[in-house]
């Protein structure tokens, strides 16, 4: 069933929904969030405004669907399908919320003021900086296309970020063929022209890479008969393999597939510069240096920090950090009151095996200075809550084979198996925390944070806490809610010409045509704020 973020009462892990909310009227807490894209939304499709005083700021005024943004490249989907206004979303919840179209140029953590800039094209003279004070904020500005300090990627290439990204990239695909079609030019500068070139292997480079490929050799092929034959798309990759996140056998069925269409694939090459008509890139084999001409080019490498956060991370003793890091509970660290979801925040977890002795102790009910098996059991029972990467360990490892792991001769084996010290207890958990991953830049990832730390919002004014676990110890600040755990819903790389690739649950994988539309189905009924 769904597992809902839950409050500590006297130990015992109660969910959020068995409480009944109330208006504290007057006196509210002052509650900013910062962003309208999926971390910021679904946090605000949750959140119980009876209880905060909810301002919502954002240069956006609509939320964008993104996994649908590569289709409006090609035009299979309208741009203004996948938008949708941030005020017509808040109208329908009912809720009371203020809006602010702007950006939030400096967060002031001591003083808890945030400066914004108003982000639209009809600013007041004068006033287009304002203040907004906080008692708690939440950051949700997600990420910024990563140039890695690339020279000419900024003057020369598109990003696919945006919805207007969108929607310039269609526009430049349809002006490379009229261009092309011009009489004066030359065999070369046409072929130069009808040159797309991605840069980035990943979802988004591949996807839009099999969307544009649909795009040029279905139906622009027929409207341009003359040049058709001129086209090329080429996704220039650093690594080994594209989609190199995914299952080895989507990665490898997606190379395949562009093989087949005659998508041509550069693996191992690092674009050094990009040129106004061409990308200079080093085969890591070789050495080699060559050109690759564009008509147009794409750079899709990866995410990287806001100025505004790089700013906000300095002031808080974040340095030499790429993202914002987070606890488990999704509190921005070095600073109070503050927590970031989404793209620009990542979570810093806790390891097993620092807090070993604390385990064994809680273990230990007996005071034996040993565990027995079900004493072992029960704790990891209860660990696996606190410790996600406990819960991805056992499900690998049934508890016996834990506990087989530390025979310590063979002759002693079933003996040992019963009887666990410190030290065996330390050896059969010290692989666990090699299952901590970190978790993707995804939408999935976005949208359940910002829904968790809603409900934890909205249990927050009910019930005070009881300070439990190895925290209280370590006379560490206590949180009185289950730690963010992420369910994963699978990943999904359309391909083209309805073919994808699906990694669902449990280790399945599925391609094919109809794979898309069953992933739809399992995103669609967990994530999706609007209804497509
Ligand atoms: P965003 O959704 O990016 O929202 C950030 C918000 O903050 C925006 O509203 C922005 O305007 C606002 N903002 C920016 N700066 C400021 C500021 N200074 N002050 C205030 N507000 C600010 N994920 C999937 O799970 N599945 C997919 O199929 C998928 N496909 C994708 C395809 C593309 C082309 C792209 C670009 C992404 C895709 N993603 C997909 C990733 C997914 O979109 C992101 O992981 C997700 O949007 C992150 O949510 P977020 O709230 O952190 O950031
Ligand atoms: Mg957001
Ligand atoms: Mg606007
Ligand atoms: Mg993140
Ligand atoms: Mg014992």
């Known amino acids: ?39 910021g ?5 949750q959140i119980d405004t009876r209880q905060y005083d909810v301002k919502i700021i954002s240069p956006r005024n609509y939320f964008v669907f993104t996994p649908l943004l590569p289709s409006v490249t090609n035009g299979t989907v309208e741009a203004r399908s996948i938008a949708e206004p941030v005020r017509r979303m808040l109208s329908s919840t009912g ?53 890695f300090g690339t020279e000419g990627v900024k003057e020369y290439c598109h990003f696919l970020k945006e919805l207007e990204d969108a929607e310039k990239i ?20 046409r072929k130069r022209m009808l040159s797309f070139v991605i840069v980035g292997g990943g979802p988004t480079g591949v996807e839009f890479a099999a969307e544009l490929y ?54 191992n090459c690092r674009v050094l510069k990009v040129n106004e008509k061409d990308v200079l890139v080093k085969e890591k084999a070789t050495g080699q240096e060559v050109h690759v ?20 991370m300095k002031t808080i003793g974040q340095t030499d950090r790429r993202v914002l890091a987070t606890d488990e509970w999704l509190r921005v660290k070095g600073c109070k009151d503050v927590w970031a979801v989404g793209d620009c925040a990542t979570i810093e977890q806790r390891k097993v095996v620092d807090d070993i002795a604390y385990l064994f102790e809680k273990a230990d009910i007996d005071k034996s200075g040993t565990l027995e098996i079900e004493e072992f059991q ?11 990467q406990l819960e991805v360990y056992l499900q690998r490892q049934k508890f016996r084979h834990v506990v087989d792991m530390v025979k310590i001769s063979p002759g002693d084996a079933k003996e040992k198996a019963m009887h666990l010290n410190v ?73 083209g010409s309805e073919q994808c690739g699906a990694e669902l649950p449990g280790d399945w994988v599925s391609i094919g045509r109809s794979t898309q539309w069953l992933w739809y189905s399992v995103y669609a009924s967990s994530v999706s704020l609007f209804n497509l």
């Not at 139906?219 to 995914?246: C, E, M, R, W």
């Not at 001409?293 to 906000?312: D, E, H, N, Q, Y």
């Open 214 to 267: 649909d795009l040029v050799s279905e139906d622009l092929a027929s409207l341009y008969p003359s040049v058709k034959d001129l086209v090329t798309v080429t996704v220039i990759q650093s690594g080994d393999h594209i989609l190199n996140t995914f299952d080895h056998r989507i990665s490898k069925f997606a190379e395949e597939k562009f093989q087949r269409d005659g998508v041509t694939v550069k693996t």
């Open 170 to 189: 269609r526009e430049s695909v349809v002006d490379c063929f009229e261009t092309a079609c011009l009489p004066h030019l030359s065999d070369e500068e």
């Open 1 to 39: 069933g769904e597992r809902l973020p839950a409050v500590a009462v006297d130990g015992d892990l109660i969910p959020v929904q068995a409480f009944t909310s109330t208006d504290p009227g007057e006196g509210k807490k002052k509650l900013v969030v910062l962003g309208t894209g999926w971390g």
């Open 423 to 495: 030290d065996e207890f330390k050896k059969s958990l010290a692989q666990v925390d090699k299952q901590l991953k970190l978790f993707p830049a995804t939408a999935q990832v976005a949208a359940q944070q910002g829904a968790y730390l809603a409900a934890c919002f909205n249990a927050l004014p009910k019930k005070d806490y009881k300070p439990e676990g190895p925290e209280r110890i370590r006379g560490e600040g206590r949180h009185r809610f289950r730690q963010f755990q992420y369910r994963h819903m699978g990943q999904f790389a359309p391909l």
């Open 41 to 45: 939304m679904s946090f605000l499709k």
């Open 95 to 147: 809720k009371q919320v203020d809006f602010y179209e702007s950006e939030c140029v400096n967060i002031d953590a001591v003083n808890k003021k945030l400066l914004c800039r108003d982000a639209s094209n009809v600013r007041v003279k004068g006033k287009e900086d304002f203040e907004v004070d906080y008692d708690y904020l939440i950051v949700a500005v997600g990420a910024m296309s990563n140039t």
């Open 378 to 388: 029960r704790t990891m029972e209860k660990a696996r809550e606190r410790y996600p």
């Open 293 to 312: 001409p564009f008509g147009m080019a794409v750079w899709s490498t990866g995410i990287g920090t806001r100025p505004v956060l790089t700013k906000f």
